[in-house]
């Protein structure tokens, strides 16, 4: 394991269930975390919780290529290079194509897939400057399988993977690694808006979730881990 400490790391959905987990884990191992997601106020109170100072933050829409400009500026105003960039961020838009508007369709285009690669434009750069690092997404597991109710949710994932596998090729001279994370239900907030018949109780922990990532970001240089896939033994009410 190649230790964290000292590394600095972007964390983007950092007010979410995985991402407020995983800033916390890679922050306790020494690493230097940088926070972003929309809102400021859940923002403030991981930043406290962690004991990040606010420069250390930023509310960003990450499917705004304005603000995501504004993200970068700020990032590399407090951190001279970027080691890893943790993208946590996310919605799920779980019912029925008949019931699926097409303001819903996009929006979660927009946010899974959209949002990915503006980071991805604004943030690769340095990384290909400085020839090394490394690049986590959670497609999930419907970003690999199918499943009903998810026509527009495995969309993006299924694109964020394909988008992701693409650049994979474009930087694969260099030292800079991109890491898709196939997890199965993860108990977060993610689920309080979804009208599905789930276990909550039986899913993936977050903080198990957030350590899968913590240990992807000690993973030494030499080798990629690609994939990782990650499930819950069951968590669909019967
Ligand atoms: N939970 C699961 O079962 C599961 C399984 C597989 C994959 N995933 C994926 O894992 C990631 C994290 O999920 P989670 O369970 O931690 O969900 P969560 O608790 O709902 O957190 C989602 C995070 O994304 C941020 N976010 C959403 N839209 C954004 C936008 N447009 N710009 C910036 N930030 C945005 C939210 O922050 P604000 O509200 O502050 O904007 C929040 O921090 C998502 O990509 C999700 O699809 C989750």
Known sequence: MESVKGKNILVV?????????????????????????????????????????????????ISIPEQITALKENYFSVFPNLDILVNAAGIGIIKPVESLSGDEFLRTLNYNLYGPFLLVKAFLPAMKEAKKGLIINIPGVLGKVPMAGAAAYSASKFG?????????????????????????????????????????????????????????????????????????????AI
């Open 13 to 61: 959905g950092a007010t979410g269930g995985i991402g407020s987990k995983t800033a916390k884990l890679l922050a306790g191992s020494g690493a230097n975390i940088f926070l972003a997601s929309r809102n400021a106020e859940k923002l403030d109170l991981v930043a406290k919780e962690i004991g990040i100072s606010a420069e250390k933050t930023f509310a960003v829409d």
């Open 160 to 236: 964020l993977v394909g988008m992701m596998q693409s650049i994979r090729e474009e930087i694969k001279r260099t030292d800079i690694r991109i890491t898709n994370i196939f997890m199965g239900g993860v108990d977060s907030p993610f689920w309080d808006t979804i009208d599905l018949r789930v276990q909550r109780e039986k899913m993936i922990q977050a903080e198990e979730a957030a350590k899968a990532i913590w240990f992807l970001c000690q993973q030494p240089v030499s080798g990629v881990v690609s994939e990782m896939v990650l499930q819950p033994f069951n968590h669909q």
